[in-house]
């Protein structure tokens, strides 16, 4: 699905990322760890277009999507989620669901919703959708709930949910655990299974929480000072010296 050949990114004399190679398997749920600062994010910033790398190559299904920026990728089914969630804290669950740009559908949601009289059939449908994602998501009695006011974990939940209005199907997960509770983390993690395993969703995801890496990821990549270091299933890195001296603590 997704081949990173050679990618590297300086920021003036600081090597973020160097010559890092790996390839995010169509299907699967690929795992990225490593300490703060390995250049995790500034792998998936490249990755996703945020910006380009300073050498190397992207690729998406065998297309060269190197540099090419957000939107663009997104319109080639390529979506990423951010550490902190960036839902619309002043719009409610449902409304933040319906502005999601609806990529190949063209649709702006949130305008059909205002002129609800005339929505159309295929607004009809992407109603319908919102409330079938809420449903996956386990989110409906949150709907009018402001997104402002929801936990961290509904907010990775609803930021989930943003994906699926979307016809992505590669999502890059930057830290979906991060600042979630037990119960929750639980529910997010059966929410990615699902995707993955009913839905066709490939994922790429940054995590630091290694019970949820180990329960969702194979195979799993470690990055150390920039450089990759290590990629298997989770069961072998926590055998290997140099991935427990560089992150497991040993
Ligand atoms: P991780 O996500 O693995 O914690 P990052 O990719 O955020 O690591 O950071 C890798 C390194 O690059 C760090 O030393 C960080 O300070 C640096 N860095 C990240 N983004 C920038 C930026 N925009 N400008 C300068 N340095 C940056
Ligand atoms: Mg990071």
Redesign the pocket.
Known sequence: MIQIQNVSKS??G?Q?VKDVSFEVAKGSVTGLI?P????????FNMVAGLFPPTSGRVLLEGKDITGLPTHRLFHRGLVRTFQVPHEFSRMTVRENLMVVPAGQRGENLFHAWLRWGKVKEQDRQTLEKVDEVLAFLEITHVADELAGNLSGGQKKLLDLGRTMMTDARMVLLDEPGAGVNRTLLGKIREAIQRLNRERGYTFCV?EHDMDLVSALCDPVHV?AN?ELIASGPMSELRRNEQVREAYLGG
Not at 36 to 43: E, R
């Open positions: 920021f003036g600081l973020a490593g703060n600062g390995a250049g995790k994010s500034t792998l940054i990055m920039g």
